[in-house]
T-cell receptor, first 114, second 109 residues
């Protein structure tokens, strides 16, 4: 089945630790996105990538890093510089990053501080 | 700064009631308005609206965009307990979506 797979579903981070969230898609989409969702708030864009080997900062990129070495993969690293990492992280994709196509989402990763 | 505001933030209805959710937006280079339903995990796509005044329907759900008023509504008729969810509105410009905080709908049997 085509879709977006995020792993792990739950992740715990210790102080000073970097953690990496995985996002893989088999939809052959060019564009991929990372969002953060906090209770009572909408989704906020962290990073996005419209093509392999290229990515752009979103609205809240500080404390996060990404890579896009393969079309199907867009991992997100939450670094120790992100002081409030507890949130629900959602990965999304669409065909070519244009606004005339909806973004489709993975099931998310819930990150907590130990 | 791009802004999307949804109202109400939450509501509780009984099965069979009709629900109207509101979304207003201020987005530079606006292209389209999207509605998503989020239960426990992934938001699932409901509608994309680009033209003003044209209603989109899917079963008991319908939505319409008013570009003059910079707003959209999502209607759910004959609500069922399975409609309980967070409904997210998002406005797109050339390359990104800006989301509202969502409306939490609870449908009681």
């Amino acid at each position: 089945d085509g879709g977006i797979t995020q792993s792990p579903k739950y992740l715990f981070r210790k102080e000073g630790q970097n953690v990496t969230l995985s996002c893989e898609q088999n939809l052959n989409h060019d564009a991929m996105y990372w969002y953060r969702q906090d209770p009572g708030q909408g989704l906020r864009l962290i990073y996005y990538s419209q093509i392999v080997n290229d990515f752009q900062k979103g609205d809240i990129a500080e404390g996060y890093s990404v890579s896009r070495e393969k079309k199907e993969s867009f991992p997100l690293t939450v670094t120790s510089a992100q002081k409030n990492p507890t949130a629900f992280y959602l990965c999304a994709s669409n065909r070519d990053g244009l606004s005339n196509q909806p973004q489709h989402f993975g099931d998310g990763t819930r990150l907590s501080i130990l | 700064e791009d802004k999307v505001v949804q109202s109400p933030l939450s509501l509780v209805v009984h099965e069979g009631d009709t629900v109207t959710l509101n979304c207003s937006y201020e987005v530079t280079n606006f292209r389209s308005l999207l509605w998503y339903k989020q239960e426990k995990k992934a938001p699932t796509f409901l509608f994309m609206l680009t033209s003003s005044g044209i209603e989109k329907k899917s079963g008991r759900l319908s939505s319409i965009l008013d570009k003059k008023e910079l707003s959209s509504i999502l209607n759910i008729t004959a609500t069922q307990t399975g409609d309980s969810a967070i409904y997210l509105c998002a406005a797109s410009n050339d390359y990104k979506l800006s989301f509202g905080a969502g409306t939490t709908v609870t449908v009681r049997a």
